[in-house]
């Protein structure tokens, strides 16, 4: 330990003399004196933040985060304003019938109606004469027994519907030479009834069924064999009459 502080200090002694001669030669050529460097001075305040940069190149994308579990429902938030009123739907089922309803009050009396005279139609009229009617033209029956409403026509000899519906037409006729009756539905034949004289005076007779509708007409006509009459003892009738209106 002794040895190695002398050795110090020798060395110490040497780099001293090697500075003190440095020194003064550098002291006789410039005659300025340099001291011993002193400690480090106190560290300066910060500087203020200089500009920002340029903009970096965009970096590598991020891992996938992980979804996290859901959170509990939130309060309920106030009712949002009426949307507009949709279409339509189609139309549902009929419901089942509701309970009957009170009796409503008894109405005032109304006018007297003609209701049942206005839908009756009904004729039997007669043909007086012996002469013979006139071939293919209408055989006017020229005396009404029944004729309700005046719907058979005396002078033309024909029905004239007035209320549609089905009817019935008959005739009852007397003859004293052969006799052929043809029944008209507005110029259509639909009957037609003959019979050939086997005694001085006979009767013959026919019938039909009719649907009609309003404005048509119906007659009896003749053809060669006219031996229709209408005498005392031997009368010659045509009848019609509604049985069902529409």
């Not at 305040?45 to 994308?61: F, V």
């Not at 009904?122 to 009617?133: G, K």
């Not at 006979?202 to 007659?219: A, H, N």
Request: glycine share 16%; hydrophobic share 30%; aromatic share 10%.
């Amino acid at each position: 330990m002794g040895i190695d502080f002398k050795m110090f200090l020798g060395w110490g002694f040497v780099l001293f003399l090697v500075l003190a001669s440095s020194s003064s030669s550098e002291a006789e050529t410039s005659r300025i004196c340099y001291g011993i460097p002193g400690l480090p001075g106190v560290p300066g305040i910060s500087g203020k933040d200089g500009r920002d940069g340029q903009k970096g190149a965009k970096g590598e994308p991020g891992k996938p985060a992980v979804r996290g579990s859901q959170g509990p429902p939130g309060e309920q938030g106030e009712p949002g304003m009426p949307g507009i009123p949709g279409k339509n739907g189609p139309r549902g089922p009929a419901g089942e019938p509701g309970d009957l309803g009170p009796k409503g009050m008894v109405g005032e009396p109304g006018d007297t109606g003609s209701y049942k005279r206005n839908h009756q139609s009904a004729f039997t009229v007669m043909r007086q004469t012996s002469q013979y009617p006139a071939k293919n033209t209408p055989v006017v029956f020229n005396k009404a027994i029944t004729n309700t409403n005046g719907d058979y026509d005396i002078s033309t000899g024909k029905f004239v519907c007035r209320i549609s519906g089905l009817y019935y037409f008959t005739f009852h006729t007397s003859h004293t030479a052969n006799l052929c009756v043809n029944m008209y539905q507005d110029r259509e034949k639909v009957a037609s009834f003959c019979d050939h004289m086997a005694n001085t005076k006979q009767v013959s007779s026919g019938g039909i069924l009719l649907q009609m509708t309003e404005g048509q007409q119906v007659w009896l006509e003749v053809n060669d064999y006219n031996g229709m009459v209408g005498i005392a003892g031997s009368d010659s009738v045509f009848s019609g009459f509604l049985l069902f209106p529409d």
